[in-house]
């Protein structure tokens, strides 16, 4: 069985105004082109604003043999205070661990009231550390 990253592990820190965002809801989402399946979680930041979420692994006999072009559609959204920052979107194209940011892991701050912007190839609200 081929082992298959669909978004790798998640660490951030969400800021408004400078200062760290308690209770805010990290919502991720993926959506696998090559198996058809879409998933969801979430998780909320603590007292110092910070968020983590777990690497979303899949393994597929098939998938690992037979030659297609991995993609994976990643969403991070945040709601706070009855509104929804689009944090991260990005279309994933291979299946490696940290594949996300050419091996570096996903580490980014969250600046709520900031216009989404794309940097490289991700669009969000979030600066990548």
Known sequence: MGKMVLFSAVRGTVLQDGKPVAGATIEREFDWAWKSEKGKDSTTTDAAGAFSLPAIVRSSFLGSLLPHEPLVKQTIT???????????????RDYDDNGELDGKPIVMTCKLGT??????????????S
């Open 78 to 92: 945040i709601i706070h205070a009855g509104k929804s920052h689009k944090a991260w979107v990005l279309f994933k």
């Open 115 to 128: 216009e989404p912007q794309r940097r490289g190839e991700v669009f969000g609200i979030c600066e990548l």
